[in-house]
């Protein structure tokens, strides 16, 4: 197999010609690793290497999964593997190794997955862009001078470059979803509690955030989905897994939907004219599928919620670094954090227990209101950002002017849309239904009801066929440098 072949197959196709002895997992191995070296030095996506490991699990007996021998990117954060540094975007976490893997590593090694390597992040996972000072800046393969958003920034370039066809994210205030529209993937950030977080975790940030992958299609990630979800043992919470897969679900009809849809974001930030002109675009292209399109936005206090959302990001930055920095003896400062990190931190020490409940009965009303909201539609329509990608530099997690509370609202301007459906634990899914004039990618987000993950995967499996984007390829990308 050649890497332009390589390259145009999702994880299922892949997964395919393994099965059918036509490609050995060894091969695979070998072409992701001649990707990675063709690729990485223009986009930077590479934190960890796990190249040698891969190579060698390649040639042994793999799990029988759904992607057995497909190669595979760990997003350097949460999750970890055996042995393998977990840095976590920050110096102060360099070197961090857990002796065994966690319950999600496990499941994707299940799956038959090969990894042979870990993807840039930002610090802590706090940002909207991947620009750790700990790895330089990750570029867009789309547009190198553009951000490919994050946190799940290193994930979604490498997917979209062709190294990989799949690769772990997870998702926080819409780490998934953002880089996924910046990259023109499929972002699906699954209910809260549908796959595991054990056995370190409880709830990641309190509950608002996910663990899951970005992917090239729909049936990708509706097949990862079937393999990795569910609970482990002694889980805090879960959602209850449907009555069919995942797979079965992306692949039927979704009927006639009620979708409410909107251009105007909670908090009032402008959104850009190309981003409303997709929307237009995709509310015209569901009206034509026949679904129902009714302009309509939940009913929440942004204000209070604004507020909320800082303090549970703030309580759980102060107790992540305190964790870290005890068990790699460091100790947080200027020269180890970055700027708007540190003051994350420190903000963070200071709130009580009371501050903390507060923030989760504040989120609890909100998705409340929400719930109500989605007893009268199906899924809800928006852009995933209020603009096309962001230059690099704009989002600067370094830049010491900058509070805590100016630095949530600058990443909240660029994703507006993104962070409620954190807070309300429902799934959401960003799909590249637009591109701007330039030829940059632009999502579409559809949010559906608390654990009800199957809507949303019929209606994007029917978006992906009447508007396929999988013939689309960035400038950057790795069969163009065979």
């Known amino acids: ?56 699990e390649s040639e042994s007996v793999l799990p029988k999964g759904p992607f057995t021998g497909v190669p595979f990117l760990l997003k350097d954060s949460t999750l970890h593997a055996a042995g393998v540094p977990l840095n976590s975007g920050s110096r102060l976490g360099e070197g961090m190794i857990y002796p065994y893997d966690s319950e999600l590593m496990r499941r994707f090694r299940q799956a038959g997955l090969v990894a042979i390597g870990s993807t840039t ?17 990750t570029r867009n393969p789309w547009n190198p001078e553009k951000s490919p958003g994050g946190s799940s920034g290193g994930s979604a370039a490498a997917v979209a470059a062709g190294i990989v066809p799949l690769a772990h994210a997870n998702d926080g205030g819409g780490s998934i979803r953002i880089p996924a529209s910046c990259n023109g993937l499929v972002g699906l950030k699954p209910t809260r509690g549908r796959t595991p977080n054990g056995p370190d975790n409880g709830e990641v940030l309190s509950g608002l955030g996910v ?13 990862l989905l079937d393999a990795v979800a569910g609970p482990d043992s002694g889980a805090y919470a879960w959602a209850e897994r449907p009555g069919r897969p995942f797979s079965a679900e992306a692949a039927a009809e ?28 995709t509310v015209g ?24 959302t800082m303090n549970l990001w703030a309580a759980n930055t102060y107790h992540g670094i305190e964790r870290l920095s005890k068990a790699l003896n460091r100790i947080p400062s200027e020269h180890n954090l970055e700027a708007t990190i540190l003051k994350t931190y420190r903000y963070g020490a200071s709130l009580s227990a009371h501050d903390l409940l507060t923030a989760l009965d504040i989120s609890a009303k909100a ?5 109500r909201f989605f007893e009268q539609y199906d899924a809800l329509l928006s852009p995933t950002l209020a603009s096309p990608p962001l230059p690099l530099g704009v989002l600067n997690a370094n830049d010491p002017e900058i509070d805590v509370r100016r630095w949530l609202e600058q990443v909240f301007t660029y994703a507006p ?45 029917q978006l992906e066929a009447a508007r396929p984007w999988n013939h689309k390829r960035p400038g950057i990308y790795a069969a163009n440098f065979q």
């Not at 992040?121 to 800046?137: I, K, S």
């Not at 998705?367 to 719930?371: D, T």
């Not at 993950?453 to 994007?460: F, G, H, K, Q, V």
Request: charged share 20%; proline share 6%; hydrophobic share 45%.
């Open 1 to 56: 197999m050649k890497l332009y072949e390589y390259a145009r197959y999702d994880g299922l196709g892949l997964a395919e010609l393994v099965k059918r002895g036509e490609v050995a997992p060894r091969e695979l191995t070998a072409l992701a690793c001649e990707a990675i070296r063709l690729v990485n030095p223009q986009l930077n996506v590479i934190a960890v290497s796990m190249q040698e490991l891969a190579i060698k």
């Open 121 to 137: 992040a930002p610090e802590f996972g706090f940002n909207a862009t991947t620009e750790a000072v700990l790895y330089g800046p």
């Open 211 to 223: 663990q899951f992958a970005v992917t090239k299609s729909v049936r990708d990630a509706a097949a």
């Open 254 to 281: 979704p009927g006639r939907l009620r979708i409410a849809w909107t251009g105007n974001p909670l908090s009032g930030t402008p959104v850009d004219k190309e981003c409303l002109r997709v929307l237009h675009e």
């Open 285 to 308: 292209l569901c009206e034509e599928l026949g679904h129902e399109l009714v302009e309509a936005l939940p009913e929440v206090d942004d204000e209070a919620l604004f507020e909320a």
């Open 367 to 371: 998705a409340r209101s929400v719930g």
């Open 417 to 461: 849309f993104t962070s409620l459906f954190n807070t309300t634990g429902q799934p959401a899914i960003s799909l590249p239904l637009g591109w701007s004039s330039d030829g940059l990618p632009i999502g579409m987000q559809f949010a559906g009801r608390f654990a009800d993950e199957a809507a949303l995967l019929r209606l994007a499996g």
